[in-house]
């Protein structure tokens, strides 16, 4: 399939049938004409004689995985370095993103933070759906571009949503790969102004908390899920400390998950409801 990111087309295939449909549902939001040339391609093949999977850029071998998972894991890291390569102006972040009243919310985080499960919940609760796990945030202007990818679910995140009992099964006995186009959420047409920094740390079984972030301790915890980091040390920098500056930062703990949708749709509520009393238009 030929992919489209940024106004960068990158071809990304793979030998199996069954890695295929995974990709498919990984970059479905993304296929373009595939009249168009890629600037760059990837192609998983295998596994071969040595029962490897290979991950062929550019007909060259970049690298060889034993099992299927972890050669889709790498697929896409690969996929991820490429289009960073190919856009500079952006700043790349481990998070993901969904929109309310026009303003989004960045949820930054590790693996296992609980991004994609609270993702998909606020998602189904007719938040506009950005992304699930990666944020382009243009450098310049801060705002915030979709990157629709797939949601990545864990067997743990699958279980609380019983509409995906009729979904294909687990990738591989570990996570599931949800279609957005099969799935029925409102998925965003243009970028976003950030208004928002909410930093989730899954911790099942306790009840949920919300709490207020200083802006030093936010612009270190970014700093760590910024993917591009390294690629313009200072320039990043810069871009971090200006977004701290301008959204609002906080701690969600995130449990029970239907509270924790709660809470943090309350603070989005009344930050909204803030920001309306204090515009021009409603002081007149």
């Not at 960068?8 to 498919?24: K, W």
């Not at 970028?191 to 200083?214: D, K, M």
């Amino acid at each position: 399939m030929l992919c489209q990111f940024f106004n960068h087309p990158i071809a990304i295939e793979a030998e199996s049938p069954e890695l295929g449909r995974q990709i498919a549902a990984l970059y479905g939001e993304f296929e373009q004409d595939p009249a168009r040339l890629p600037q760059c391609g990837f192609f998983l093949k295998g596994p071969g004689g040595g029962g490897q999977h290979e991950i062929l850029r550019n007909r060259q071998c970049e690298s060889r995985h034993a099992e299927e998972t972890s050669a889709l894991m790498a697929l896409e890291e690969s996929v991820m370095q490429e289009v960073m390569r190919q856009a500079p102006e952006m700043a790349f972040i481990h998070a993901a993103v969904l929109a309310r009243g026009g303003r989004a919310v960045l949820f930054p985080g590790r693996s296992g933070a609980g991004k994609s499960t609270l993702t998909l919940a606020l998602a189904k609760r007719n938040w506009t759906y950005l992304s699930d796990e990666i944020a382009p945030v243009e450098m310049q202007d801060l705002r915030v571009h979709p990157f629709p990818r797939g949601i990545k679910l864990r067997p743990e995140g699958v279980g609380l949503f019983p509409f995906l009992r009729d979904q294909a099964s687990l990738a591989g006995g570990q996570r599931q790969y949800l279609r957005l186009r099969e799935s029925s959420l409102t998925l965003a047409a243009s970028p976003h102004e950030v208004s928002c920094l909410i930093f989730p740390e899954y911790r099942p079984g306790t009840r949920p908390r919300l709490t207020p972030l200083g802006k030093g301790m936010a612009a270190s915890l970014l700093a760590r899920c910024c993917l591009s980091f390294n690629w313009n040390n200072g320039e990043t920098l810069y871009f971090l400390e200006r977004l701290v500056k301008r959204a609002e930062c906080f701690r969600l703990e995130v449990g029970e998950i239907g509270e924790s949708c709660a809470l943090v749709e309350n603070l989005v509520g009344e930050k909204l409801l803030s920001q309306l009393q204090s515009s021009p238009a409603a002081t007149r």
